[in-house]
């Protein structure tokens, strides 16, 4: 599956950017899909992670009670919400997309078989 990420940009801090996640010529409803993010230097981190046709979503602490990964109706499309965000938050986002992973295996790049071109974000303070 080929993956497009979009949506990244210059914003201030605490303010607020939506990524997107889609698969060209199909819909993401049967994978599992998370998001990445890398500052030069740095190993790829992982930012959140939504399960295969449900919506059981997991989050680095980091993150948690600021980004929020959700699917639309027509499961085409995997979004992160990213709000207040810091300029620690500064990377390349990445989505990634596989199918059957485990619970203890979301959080891991070496995990994802599918990657999309990555989204530069980038917050100013």
């Known amino acids: 599956v080929q993956l497009q990420a979009s949506g990244g940009g210059l914003v201030q801090a605490g303010g607020s950017l939506r990524l997107s996640c889609a698969a060209s010529?199909?819909?993401?409803?049967?994978?599992?899909v998370g998001w990445f993010r890398q500052v030069p230097g740095k190993e790829r981190e992982f930012v959140a992670a939504?399960?295969?046709?449900?919506?059981?979503?997991y989050y680095a602490d980091s993150v948690k009670g600021r980004f929020a990964i959700s699917r639309d109706n027509a499961k085409t499309t995997v979004y992160l919400q990213m709000n207040s965000l810091k300029p620690e938050d500064t990377a390349v986002y990445y989505c990634?997309?596989?199918?059957?992973?485990?619970?203890?295996?979301?959080?891991?790049?070496?995990?994802?078989?599918?990657w999309g071109q990555g989204t530069q974000v980038t917050v100013s303070s």
């Open positions: 990634a997309a596989d199918t059957g992973l485990i619970t203890s295996s979301y959080g891991r790049a070496s995990s994802y078989h599918y």
């Open positions: 010529g199909r819909t993401l409803s049967g994978y599992d």
């Open positions: 939504i399960r295969r046709y449900g919506s059981t979503t």
